[in-house]
C-alpha cells in the first residue's frame, strides 16, 4: 500500500546501538519514551557511550536519570502526555491478550503539552510532506489505527477498534496445539545445563524488581513483598550469612569485575551460592556481556565478591 521498500540487511539492537556509540559511530540519536540509560549494564561505560553522540532527542513523560547521565554532547527533551491523558482515544494490548481502546481524559499539567503522535505528525509533515504518508490525516488517531489494519498482518481488526469491538491478535493465544513448524507441532529440545555454580569465594548476583516499580520508574522504596523499607540492599541465604560470618543488617561492599556498591545485607529465602540486588540500581556492577544466541547482558548472573570493611 506505502510502496516502500523495507530495508533487508540485519538492523542493530540496543547494546549493539550503545557500543557503536561508544565507538563514535552514531551523530544523532532519539530516545522514544523508556530510560535507556538505567536499563543498561555499567552505567559508568553507558554513560560514556551515550555521550559520544552528538546530539540526543528525549520524547519522555517525565524526568529520569538518562536525561542527568544518558545524554549526549548536546540535548533537547521534548515533554509529552502520558496515556491517561490523551486528548483522543490510543489503542493498547492489555494483559490478557486484548486490543483494546484506553479512554484518557486526565488532565495533563500544561493544556498545550503535546502527544507523542502530535510530535510525529509535525515531523513527518515538515520533512516528507504528504508521501508516502498521508500525514495530515495522521494526527487523528483512527486514522492510523485504520492505517495499521491495512499494512500490518493480522491487524485487520484495529479498523473497527472506535465501535467499541476489542480483539485478540491471531496466533497469540493457542486454545488448540498447532505451532508454526515443519510438522505443525510443538517441538521440545533435551539440552545439557551448564555447570552455573559460582567459583570459590564468589556468589552469583541476579537483579530483580520490585512491587513498587514499572520498568526502570521507581514508584516506591519499600517492598512489600520482600519486608524491605530501601533498595539499595542485597538478598542472601541465612546459612551463607552465617558461613561468612556476616550479619543481617551488616553494611557489606558487592563487588563485581567492573566495580562495588556498598549495601545492606537482608536475610532471605534464596538458594544458598546466590544473591539478588534491585534493578536499575544493581546494573552499576552489571557488565555488558551478553548471551551470545539471545543478545540479553547477564542480569541474571553476574560473579561478585561479597565483603566488609
Request: with cysteine; glycine share 8%; net charge negative.
Amino acid at each position: 500500500k506505502l510502496k516502500i521498500k523495507i530495508p533487508e540487511s540485519p538492523g542493530m539492537d540496543t547494546f549493539s546501538c550503545t557500543q557503536a556509540a561508544h565507538n563514535g559511530e552514531i551523530d544523532f540519536a532519539l530516545m522514544l519514551g523508556g530510560n535507556l540509560y538505567s536499563a543498561s549494564p555499567d552505567l559508568n561505560w553507558t554513560a560514556d557511550a551515550i555521550g559520544n553522540i552528538g546530539f540526543t532527542t528525549f520524547i519522555s513523560t517525565t524526568l529520569n536519570l538518562g536525561h542527568i547521565h544518558g545524554h549526549g554532547k548536546n540535548t533537547l527533551i521534548l515533554p509529552v502526555r502520558v496515556r491517561d491523558e490523551e486528548k483522543q482515544a490510543t489503542s493498547q494490548e492489555s494483559m490478557f491478550n486484548y486490543v483494546r481502546l484506553s479512554a484518557g481524559g486526565f488532565d495533563a499539567p500544561a493544556t498545550d503539552l503535546p502527544s507523542e503522535s502530535e510530535l510525529f505528525v509535525h515531523c513527518g509533515k515538515e520533512l516528507f510532506s504528504e508521501s508516502p504518508l498521508p500525514w495530515s490525516q495522521l494526527g487523528e488517531h483512527h486514522k492510523v489505527r485504520e492505517l495499521i489494519a491495512e499494512t500490518v498482518p493480522n491487524m485487520q481488526a484495529l479498523a473497527q477498534l472506535d465501535g467499541g469491538n476489542e480483539f485478540t491478535i491471531p496466533g497469540r493465544i493457542k486454545h488448540v496445539p498447532e505451532f508454526n513448524t515443519e510438522n505443525g507441532k510443538g517441538n521440545l529440545a533435551i539440552l545439557e545445563a551448564p555447570d552455573v555454580r559460582p567459583q570459590d569465594g564468589y556468589f552469583n548476583l541476579m537483579t530483580m524488581r520490585s512491587e513498587g516499580q514499572f520498568n526502570s520508574i521507581i514508584y516506591e522504596e519499600e517492598d512489600i513483598y520482600r519486608s524491605v523499607d530501601h533498595r539499595l540492599v542485597v538478598f542472601m541465604n541465612p546459612q551463607d550469612i552465617a558461613e561468612n560470618h556476616f550479619g543481617a543488617g551488616d553494611s557489606v561492599w558487592v563487588e563485581s569485575e567492573i566495580g562495588k556498591m556498598q549495601v545492606e545485607l537482608v536475610e532471605a529465602p534464596i538458594r544458598a551460592g546466590n544473591v539478588a540486588m534491585y534493578y536499575p540500581e544493581a546494573n552499576a556492577i552489571v557488565p555488558g556481556k551478553l548471551d551470545p544466541q539471545s543478545l540479553t547482558p547477564v542480569f541474571k548472573r553476574v560473579a561478585v565478591r561479597i565483603f566488609k570493611d
